[in-house]
């Protein structure tokens, strides 16, 4: 099993972005499936087994099963936005694939064991690298102990000793890919965050030659100004328009240039709701610290929830709000009037495009009856409103 990796990750999918995915998002899978051939020895060992006709052919509806298995969990491991989340879906199919193998294995004697192979090649992508090595040598271990009982205990030793090496090949080949794209990544991320600096630096530049030449000028005229305002007064006045063009001005150009890099931080943005909230009599309940969310997701988080209360205190008439972080999105839930979900594809059709830009998915809905619930005082008579935002 091999996994290309993505710019950001391992992601090849992007949720809610299924026009727009690219070939290796839609085939990727073929590189997985393509290794099933070599299930092909394991299987005719399955079929040639000095076994009973119906555990013979038990055992190779089983093997059969387990292929299909592997590359189902392969298609579904390299859909998700992360390592972790792979991993834990890598989890699900190896326990499956082991409980198959393990039953073909009863069935039909130790040739189904040769089938071992494809639970290293899907731990090894199955979480971060560290994790994914250690827990592919502790399975590649665990089948040798059981081969070498195996042969311990078969009459024809020999025929037994040839299991040992594909587990090996495919340690070695998958955990060498892993390890390249682990660098790649780590390289790719290093290469983001040196461009960002340079933009950086650009527009510090950019600013300061703006701010640099208008203040100059403002300096300049002020002074005049200054000397005027009792020999000309109408000259004075004239200078002190000016000026107040001229700051116009240079606050426009300002703006225009530090737009683009305006970054909104999770911190901050959690600090200005609370004070929002409250202002607007609305009580709120937010996290303390923003840590439980992923680095690479806090960016768009904090952009969700600064457009997300700021719908709350205009227009949901709501007595309590309440935020909650995850490790891959945030959810937003008041007990106001609800939301029209018209009105929301079109208001939050920005937020929408930002949030799909970066693979994650927005649900917008009333607020859960679990929220609704926890109101302590009063009926609870209206719908609330709900935003969640999910990689």
Not at 203 to 224: C, M, Q
Not at 249 to 268: C, F, H, K, P
Not at 276 to 289: F, N, T, V
Request: aromatic share 6%.
């Amino acid at each position: 099993m091999t996994k290309p990796a993505a710019p950001d990750g391992p992601v090849l999918r992007r949720p809610g972005a299924r026009g727009s995915r690219d070939p290796w998002a839609r085939f990727s899978w073929v590189l997985g499936a393509v290794w099933v051939v070599f299930m092909l020895f394991p299987i005719a060992a399955a079929s040639e087994a000095p076994v009973a006709d119906w555990r013979r052919i038990a055992g190779t509806a089983l093997l059969l099963l387990y292929a299909a298995v592997y590359i189902a969990t392969y298609a579904w491991m390299i859909r998700t936005r992360d390592w972790i989340t792979a991993g834990r879906r890598g989890y699900i199919g190896l326990a499956v694939m082991t409980v198959l193998m393990i039953a073909a294995a009863f069935l039909v004697g130790p040739g189904a064991l040769g089938a071992g192979a494809f639970l290293i090649s899907i731990a090894m992508f199955a979480g971060p690298v560290r994790r994914a090595v250690v827990q592919a040598v502790a399975i590649l271990l665990a089948q040798y102990i059981v081969l070498a009982a195996v042969i311990l205990m078969a009459p024809d030793v020999y025929a037994y000793y040839v299991l040992f090496m594909p587990p090996a090949i495919v340690l070695f080949s998958t955990g060498l890919i892993r390890i390249i794209t682990a660098a790649q990544e780590r390289h790719d991320t290093v290469e983001r965050q040196a461009v960002l600096v340079a933009e950086r630096e650009r527009v510090a530049r950019d600013v300061h030659d703006v701010l640099g030449h208008s203040l100059t000028i403002v300096t300049v005229k002020a002074e005049l100004a200054e000397r005027l305002v009792d020999a000309d007064p109408e000259r004075a006045k004239s200078e002190l328009a000016q000026i107040r063009s001229l700051s116009r001005e240079a606050l426009a150009e300002v703006r225009a240039t530090v737009s683009g890099l305006r970054v909104a931080r999770l911190g901050d943005e959690l600090l200005a709701a609370g004070d929002a909230l409250r202002a607007a009599g609305i009580e709120a309940e937010l996290p303390g610290e923003p840590d439980v969310v992923d680095p690479r997701y806090r960016i768009v988080v904090a952009w969700v929830l600064r457009e997300a209360v700021t719908n709350v205190v205009r227009h949901s008439a709501a007595a309590r709000c309440a935020v909650t972080l995850r490790t891959d999105g945030v959810a937003i839930e008041d007990d106001g009037i609800g939301i029209d979900l018209d009105a929301a594809a079109n208001g939050m059709r920005g937020l929408r495009e930002r949030v799909e830009g970066a693979g994650a998915r927005m649900v917008v809905g009333p607020a859960s009856p679990e929220f609704l619930g926890a109101r302590t005082a009063g009926p609870v008579r209206r719908p609330g409103a709900r935003i969640e935002v999910r990689w």
